[in-house]
């Protein structure tokens, strides 16, 4: 989006909701003109009640989040309110399903759930087993199986679109809403490659450190701001999100981790300005970390991991999600 570019907004249909945010808030739901595959105008409704505007909200993180993760493998991510508290890719959807929702099976109860790959019958089974209960199911598809399976649960919205078995990065401009006017932007769509990353301790990442790194910076994008994300084999294990300082974030992941983040990697949205966070999850066992860097006082943290051998790399742009 260049500076001078004009942007306009043409709301081509007003849907009333239930209410907003709260019951005492009046909602709806206005659609725009879009190129865009996945927007949620776009996706059939097959089961359930009626969509509210919070399941819109987190619908739409949960897209944001499975489009950062699922370009390639089999992929679920389990998104709580915006945020995935989930996430996981996998040889087959089954796995990918089982080790997001064990990702953090406390938070991911009553969450959104989106897939990359058609949803049949044993998947089903396995997303209602145990008494688990999401409000919304993303899917490209839904076998009649699969459908029975969710049916006996009517209060579980199942939606599908076809192009959810490729997801793409937003294409339209991020707009948000402030006193007396819009902040407009480009959409987040940089990824971030092993090509793209600088070791800068004297321990480099092995192969499939490298792998989660990557992994757990796709998930860092995906959430907000400040975040601190473990990850390990392809799986969120730990995430603190929402914080306004970076330490408190690293003791929210390690403690959702719950001693999970022992061998596995740690992803940072923004450079870390003390080496007391990286403290906390090099003391949980955290074995290899990706962060931006160019804080001032990067090499008090690089010496905290060398002195510890753990490896280390940044990548060289931020990934805030407010």
Same mark, same amino acid.
């Given at each position: 989006?260049?500076?001078?570019?004009?942007?306009?907004?043409?709301?081509?249909?007003?849907?009333?909701?239930?209410?907003?945010?709260?019951?005492?808030?009046?909602?709806?739901?206005?659609?725009?003109?879009?190129?865009?595959?996945?927007?949620?105008?776009?996706?059939?409704?097959?089961?359930?009640?009626?969509?509210?505007?919070?399941?819109? &909200?987190?619908?739409?993180?949960?897209?944001?989040?499975?489009?950062?993760?699922?370009?390639?493998?089999?992929?679920?991510?389990?998104?709580?309110?915006?945020?995935?508290?989930?996430?996981?890719?996998?040889?087959?959807?089954?796995?990918?399903?089982?080790?997001?929702?064990?990702?953090?099976?406390?938070?991911?109860?009553?969450?959104?759930?989106?897939?990359?790959?058609?949803?049949?019958?044993?998947?089903?089974?396995?997303?209602?087993?145990?008494?688990?209960?999401?409000?919304?199911?993303?899917?490209?598809?839904?076998?009649?199986?699969?459908?029975?399976?969710?049916?006996?649960?009517?209060?579980?919205?199942?939606?599908?679109?076809?192009?959810?078995?490729?997801?793409?990065?937003?294409?339209?401009?991020?707009?948000?809403?402030?006193?007396?006017?819009?902040?407009?932007?480009?959409?987040?769509?940089?990824?971030?490659?092993?090509?793209? &990353?600088?070791?800068?301790?004297?321990?480099?990442?092995?192969?499939?450190?490298?792998?989660?790194?990557?992994?757990?910076?796709?998930?860092?994008?995906?959430?907000?701001?400040?975040?601190?994300?473990?990850?390990?084999?392809?799986?969120?294990?730990?995430?603190?999100?929402?914080?306004?300082?970076?330490?408190?974030?690293?003791? &929210?992941?390690?403690?959702?981790?719950?001693?999970?983040?022992?061998?596995?990697?740690?992803?940072?949205?923004?450079?870390?300005?003390?080496?007391?966070?990286?403290?906390?999850?090099?003391?949980?066992?955290?074995?290899?970390?990706?962060?931006?860097?160019?804080?001032?006082?990067?090499?008090?943290?690089?010496?905290?991991?060398?002195?510890?051998?753990?490896?280390?790399?940044?990548?060289?742009?931020?990934?805030?999600?407010?």
């Amino acid at each position: 989006m260049e500076e001078e570019q004009e942007v306009t907004f043409k709301i081509i249909g007003r849907h009333k909701l239930r209410y907003g945010e709260n019951p005492h808030q009046a909602g709806f739901f206005g659609e725009t003109e879009t190129a865009d595959p996945l927007a949620l105008q776009r996706f059939e409704q097959v089961q359930g009640k009626e969509i509210s505007f919070n399941n819109y &909200l987190d619908s739409d993180g949960a897209l944001y989040a499975i489009a950062q993760i699922g370009t390639t493998d089999p992929a679920c991510v389990v998104v709580k309110h915006t945020n995935p508290c989930g996430a996981a890719v996998a040889p087959t959807l089954l796995e990918a399903y089982k080790r997001a929702w064990e990702g953090d099976s406390l938070a991911a109860f009553g969450g959104i759930i989106a897939v990359n790959r058609p949803v049949d019958q044993e998947v089903a089974e396995a997303m209602v087993a145990d008494r688990k209960f999401f409000e919304i199911l993303l899917a490209p598809s839904v076998t009649p199986e699969a459908l029975t399976v969710l049916g006996r649960h009517p209060a579980i919205r199942v939606l599908v679109n076809p192009a959810l078995a490729n997801p793409t990065q937003p294409t339209d401009v991020d707009v948000k809403r402030v006193r007396g006017g819009f902040l407009i932007q480009q959409p987040d769509t940089r990824v971030v490659t092993a090509e793209d &990353l600088k070791v800068v301790t004297d321990t480099a990442p092995t192969e499939g450190q490298v792998r989660d790194l990557l992994f757990a910076w796709q998930v860092c994008r995906a959430s907000k701001s400040n975040t601190i994300v473990i990850a390990r084999d392809g799986m969120l294990v730990g995430s603190g999100v929402g914080q306004q300082d970076r330490k408190r974030c690293c003791e &929210l992941a390690v403690g959702k981790s719950q001693g999970r983040a022992a061998g596995a990697v740690a992803a940072s949205d923004a450079f870390f300005p003390f080496s007391d966070g990286p403290q906390v999850l090099i003391d949980a066992g955290v074995k290899a970390i990706i962060q931006p860097g160019g804080s001032v006082r990067d090499q008090q943290t690089i010496d905290l991991c060398n002195q510890r051998g753990i490896a280390m790399v940044f990548t060289g742009i931020r990934c805030f999600r407010h």
